[in-house]
């Protein structure tokens, strides 16, 4: 599936779990649907069939109460086969849980306290060196998550261990939990510290798929330090009424929201 196609149907899909479960987090779930559109048709290596096979590229994904994203990347690309997301995601007993969960297949790391994945990745990145291992490891956080101190813990470690294995994606969306993050925690000068840092840092536009593919495709050529990609993306990206809304980092969607969500969203096909 073309990566276009594949970002469609994940909004698609996260908007229906948001409406039909009543779930939260939709705004950061459209942020990032095209950066994991990108990574899942283009980039990573990986068979669905196989989730566990030892060479595959893992993705850490930290900002894991936007979980509706992943899931459906994962159900589209196929790797739930066997499990019904639709039917099982919030329900009593199901691995689907709202935060995201290792127990599913294609899931690494079960998150959502915020600040840790990133550490997990450097972990990871550093046994493929050791076991010599060509895998690459991704790791997506929030932008409102670099408040966390643990997260620059782990970006000086990736630096001083040179992790070239290693890509970071920061969902750049600017609002965070309460509010525009400029305003609660000021990241700025953002790319400077992380060249501070010693991290080979890139800017995209994180809703261009030619930019984030050419972008992590750079990565790779790359091998002397890890690499950053700042995804400068909009919260709800793809739906007006969503699109740099604070709201919608917690609402879900009344029947009327997700008919006029859902009309927006088709019109784009």
């Avoid at 639709?86 to 959502?112: A, I, K, Q």
């Avoid at 809304?245 to 784009?268: G, I």
Wanted: aromatic fraction near 8%; charge should be negative; proline fraction near 2%.
């Amino acid at each position: 599936m073309r990566s276009i196609d594949l970002a469609r149907s994940v909004r698609m899909k996260a908007l229906e779990l948001c409406f039909t479960k009543k779930a939260s987090h939709i705004g950061g779930a459209f942020s990032i649907a095209d950066v994991l559109a990108v990574l899942y048709s283009e980039v990573m290596k990986i068979d669905c069939d196989k989730p566990s096979n030892i060479n595959r590229d893992r993705l850490f994904y930290s900002k894991g109460h936007a979980c509706t994203a992943l899931y459906a990347v994962l159900d589209e690309v196929g790797f739930f086969k066997d499990l019904n997301l639709m039917e099982e995601f919030t329900s009593n007993g199901s691995f689907f849980t709202s935060h995201v969960n290792h127990r599913l297949p294609g899931v690494e790391l079960s998150t959502g306290s915020l600040g840790h994945a990133l550490g997990v990745s450097c972990g990871v990145a550093v046994a493929a060196k050791r076991q010599n291992r060509e895998y690459q490891v991704y790791t997506i956080v929030s932008d409102g998550e670099l408040d966390e101190g643990s997260n620059w813990e782990a970006i000086l470690f990736a630096s001083h261990h040179k992790l070239d294995n290693l890509t970071l994606v920061v969902d750049y969306n600017k609002i965070q939990s309460f509010g525009r993050v400029e305003d609660i925690l000021q990241l700025e000068p953002l790319v400077d510290k992380f060249e501070a840092f010693g991290w080979d840092c890139l800017e995209v536009d994180g809703h261009d798929h030619h930019a984030i593919s050419k972008a992590l495709i750079h990565r790779g050529k790359v091998r002397v330090k890890p690499t950053v990609l700042i995804a400068h993306t909009i919260k709800g990206k793809g739906v007006s009424f969503m699109e740099n809304n604070l709201l919608w980092h917690y609402k879900s969607p009344s029947e009327e929201e997700y008919v006029a969500a859902k009309a927006e969203l088709e019109a784009r096909l």
